[in-house]
């Protein structure tokens, strides 16, 4: 089975996890797909595949004779997909031999996928793509790294050969495999065992554009706002109300308006208004604040507190209250002190005909926080644009190149 035929089978499950769920996973959704990728992996050859109390999917593949002195990979990626919008009853439409136009992916609502707004499209004339219909997201971010994971396990298991049968190329050392809950909203790393998983580095498959290679993220938090009003009666209410919402549109627009996903790129921080909500007595924002810069992410979190201590002053103590946590932080501060596991995905893509691009996540992985946890974790890509949203797509060859360089990495031996 290719990596895009078990992509279209993982994305009929809806694994949508919950924020405001306690329970871990966040949706019992979530292990009904668990449970599946346990019988898949035992299928496959993975004798020791099992998940969790938590929900963690976990499983290796022993080293092959002769090679049980090779670091152990890992590799990660996670089941759910993000809330940002619906993962219900995805319909996947396959282009084949896309031709550089744009692409309808819903003509009743007249959802549209253009290449200027979407130029990367026209990379992909000739090839096929896996695109929506324009409701849904794709749930490419992540089934697509499970499926390219699942695929790569099943031939190496198949074959114990990595790329032919040459001597050099068959061995490899252990390859550990996870697969993870509640990723999209922070929690991905929070139950994973470093420890019984047992890789010496790893890996999440979990990235965008075929090539990439990413090992320095955002810092990250999140900083939920909520401003009690006084609300009198419109008729009564001269110098005497305090309207909640009219505040928090205050609060907001003492942001730098420049400074938001919209209008940043690279390494440019932000400040992004997930969400509000409010009326006169109650309103709440709800932001997270990113930045590759350690000095520039403190920054940004005080000039929050700086706008939270004004406003009080100005309309009175406990009108604003701001609570504010770290999410995660920047892995590079962790992998630059040992680039192994970068260098050896960089020799892989290369290996495949792949130029590697380099660049820094404009958001997170549970990586980020593995590393941090003791367990190396750079992310790789999976061939897959636009995550998150109806414009969500992944062309097929990607998906099969990736297939090829997971092959590559974890069968390398020195």
Known sequence: ??????????????????????????????????????????????????????????GSIPATKGAENEKTIGLIAHMDTAPAMSGADIKPRIINDYDGADIVLNE??????????????????GQDLIVTDGTTLLGADDKAGIAEIMTAAQIIEADKACEGNTDEHIAHGKICIAFTPDEEIGRGADRFNVESFGADYAYTVDGGMLG???????????????????????????NKMKNASLLAMEFNSMLPPAEIPAHTEGYEGFFH??????????????????????????????????????????????????????????????????????????EAMKENGVEPIIQPIRGGTDGARLSFMGLLCPNLSTGGHNFHGKYEYICIQSMDKMVEIIKSIVCKVN
């Open 212 to 238: 990439e290679i990413e090992f320095e993220n955002f810092n990250a938090a999140s900083a939920k706002v909520h401003i009690k009003g006084e609300n009198i009666h419109p008729g009564e209410a001269k």
């Open 273 to 346: 208004l997930c969400g509000m909500s409010g009326d006169e007595e109650n309103a709440y924002l709800d932001y997270i604040v990113r930045d590759h810069n350690m000095d520039k992410f403190l920054e940004r979190k005080a000039m929050l507190e700086h706008i939270t201590a004004y406003l009080n002053t100005k309309y009175g103590a406990g009108t604003v209250n701001l609570d504010m946590k770290d999410s995660y932080y920047n892995m590079r501060e962790k992998l630059e002190a040992d680039m192994y596991i970068v260098d050896r995905a960089v």
């Open 108 to 125: 009743k609502l007249g959802v549209v996928m253009d290449t200027v707004t979407f130029p990367q499209l026209r990379n992909y004339v």
């Open 1 to 58: 089975m290719r990596a895009y035929e078990r992509l279209l089978k993982y994305v009929s499950y809806e694994t949508t996890s919950d924020e405001n769920s306690q329970t871990c996973p966040s949706s019992a959704k979530e292990l009904v797909l668990a449970d599946e990728l346990v019988e898949e992996l035992k299928a496959i050859g993975v004798a020791d595949a099992h998940v969790d109390k938590d929900g963690y999917v976990y």
